[in-house]
């Protein structure tokens, strides 16, 4: 294994145990909204995406990139705009209560 | 590859990891929800900002064009959503994140094929993974979506010798696998393996029930994250790592509390093909003994009295009156009923409607208040006391054979005790069993009245009988 590899295995398990402890105890109510947050962070292939569809000029790379880009961006936009949908519901519940 | 980016790039990915930790930890309290959403929102536009001052991104114009076409339709489906089809919209939207990290790793091998040098043995590696993951992820997440929408059957879905065709599937991507690590140029193996991961991830999740669907949502988001870290490690990128690596192990957690809250191992539902065929002889004894018995029915008038008079009434919401759009209806009924006095409650199963929190969430949107919902171990010490429940199109959620039929496909997993209340009045469209596919002993209970119709049209009519009380 390079060097690289090996310090993105730690970078990898390390932010995994980040990820359990971050989550824990989280209320019922927020399970969706949670879910379909965190959802949209797995957008984050959106940067693989930008990467692999850098070089200018057309091959397939770039062809597969960039339909990476569009799918990755929706994943994003929609994601977090939803995520902001539901949960502006419970904050005009909040200030009711 | 990243020890070229210069340092701004990689600080700016830095801030943005630590934004996703925050925004993570703030969506878990009610309180700071939408402000997570927000950072995590602001981190990944620092990280594609970023991104696009990469020396290597150059193609800046069909770039662009790329992140509005997506961005265009990323809100439009957003805004459009309706509440009660969010489990298949995360549904979508997972397989599309699956799918643009099988893309990345697929462009990468080509981009390394094509470059002459040898393709090194890690990056074999990371592009299989990449591969498979994201491809499981994306056929997975829409056959997932097209069970919830109703274009697929949401029973499981099984033929004959599909263990064995899933182990040889499993077994042929090995040997592809160690076959392209060989010789990594062979092109029609690379495609063959691509196909694979695309075929077994709708062999996973086609014998899944429709009432796991939840379980199996959380656990595709999961894997959505590791596709993107396996993207990561394709790329070399460790934004992309750490930012998948908190949604793979934040999934893995969530997919545990909801099989909590539905007393099921992961393995069983992956592997129990439950609610159908395996089931079906459990299910249709249960059946036969209940044939003799004769289920009591009511109209809405009678219905409106009972409800009218009592002096508790607790409402369990399933997803039945989440389909039915009944949401603002019932929250109607519930303020017509207050003004007579009656004390009205929510009862809230973890799982009621497709996802943990789901049925929240559409109350929310009819503005119920928040202090008349109640969790699940709240409210069922006071069922004792509760005059009348009304059932709007929940089933399995408060079948009292979880607690006392052992033989039952769903016996030990909490319910609504429901049946421990005075009355009980069940708005239901039928006599039809619900996503576990097996017969309800609560509606052939003597205090049990059964109110036949659409949710929305029955509630309506309450609400207008309650009125003239």
Redesign the interface.
């Known amino acids: 294994m390079t060097t690289a590899l090996l310090a993105s295995l730690f970078v990898f398990v390390l932010a995994s145990f980040v990820g359990f402890e971050v989550i824990n105890k989280v209320p019922p109510t927020l399970h969706t909204p949670l879910m379909s947050g965190a959802n949209a962070i797995s957008g984050i292939a959106v940067i693989g995406a930008l990467l692999i569809s850098g070089p200018q000029e057309w091959n397939i790379t770039v062809i597969l990139g960039l339909i990476a880009v569009v799918l990755a961006t929706v994943n994003v936009v929609g994601g977090f705009l939803v995520t902001d949908r539901m949960l502006q519901m419970f904050k005009k519940k909040e200030v009711k209560a | 590859m ?1 020890e070229f980016l210069p340092t701004g790039i990689e600080l700016s990915y830095l801030v943005a ?1 630590s934004l ?2 925050l ?3 703030k ?5 700071t ?2 402000q ?3 950072w ?2 602001v981190g ?1 536009l620092l ?2 900002v970023a ?2 001052l ?1 020396r ?4 800046y114009q ?2 662009l064009v ?2 509005a ?3 265009g ?3 439009i ?3 459009k ?1 309706q ?1 009660t089809d ?1 489990p298949q ?2 549904g979508l ?2 397989g ?2 699956g ?3 099988a ?2 790793a ?3 091998f ?2 390394l094929l ?1 470059s002459g040098e040898p393709v ?1 043995l ?1 990056a074999t590696i ?1 592009i299989i993974l990449g591969v498979l993951i994201g491809g499981v992820t994306l056929t997975g997440s829409f056959v997932a979506f097209a069970k919830l929408q109703g274009l697929l059957p949401g029973a499981p879905m099984t033929f004959p010798l599909q263990q064995p065709v899933n182990a040889l599937l499993l077994i042929s991507f090995l040997v592809a696998s160690g076959y392209l690590i060989v010789t990594p140029e062979n092109i029609s193996v690379f495609l063959g393996l691509v196909g694979i991961s695309l075929v077994l991830g709708v062999l996973f999740v086609l014998p899944i029930g429709g009432g796991d669907m939840p379980v199996v ?2 656990l595709l ?1 999961s894997y ?2 590791l ?3 396996a ?24 997919t545990q ?2 099989c909590k ?1 539905m007393n099921r191992s992961l393995t069983s539902v992956l592997f129990g093909a439950f609610g159908g065929g395996g089931t079906s002889a459990v299910a249709g004894a249960g059946g036969s003994g209940n044939q003799d018995k004769t289920v009591k029915s009511i109209d809405p008038e009678e219905g409106a009295m009972m409800l009218g008079y009592a002096r508790s009434v607790v409402i369990v919401p399933g997803y039945g009156m989440a389909v039915a759009q009944a949401q603002h209806t019932v929250r109607e009924l519930a303020d017509q009923l207050e003004k007579l006095g009656v004390e009205v409650k929510y009862a ?1 199963h ?1 799982v009621a409607g497709r ?4 049925m ?2 559409l109350l ?2 009819a ?5 008349q919902l109640y ?1 699940m171990d709240d409210i069922n010490p006071q069922f004792e006391e509760t005059d009348v429940a009304l059932v709007i199109g929940a089933n399995d959620v408060v079948n009292p054979a979880a607690r006392s039929d052992a033989a039952s496909p769903i016996y030990g997993m909490p319910i609504l005790e429901v049946d421990r209340a005075k009355h009980a009045i069940v708005i239901k469209r039928g006599m039809s069993t619900g996503f576990a596919g097996v017969d309800n002993d609560l509606f052939y209970k003597d205090k049990t009245m059964m109110l036949f119709g659409s949710a929305k049209d029955v509630v309506a009519q309450l609400v207008s009988e309650v009125k003239q009380l």
């Open positions: 990243s990891a996703f930790i925004g993570l930890k969506l878990g309290s009610p309180a929800a939408r997570g959403n927000l995590a929102a990944m990280a594609v991104t696009l990469d290597q991104v150059l193609n069909m770039i790329g992140l076409i997506g961005s339709i990323g809100v489906a957003a805004y959503v509440m969010m919209m995360v939207l997972n599309l994140g799918a643009a990290s893309l990345v697929i462009g990468e080509w981009r094509n090194s890690d990371t949502i959380s988001n959505s994250g596709a993107a870290s993207a990561g490690f394709v790329v070399m990128n460790n934004m992309l790592i750490i930012a998948g690596a908190l949604v793979g192990a934040s999934g893995i957690i969530l509390i909801m809250a809230i973890p996802m943990p929190g789901h929240n969430v929310a949107e503005n119920v208040p928040y202090p969790d």
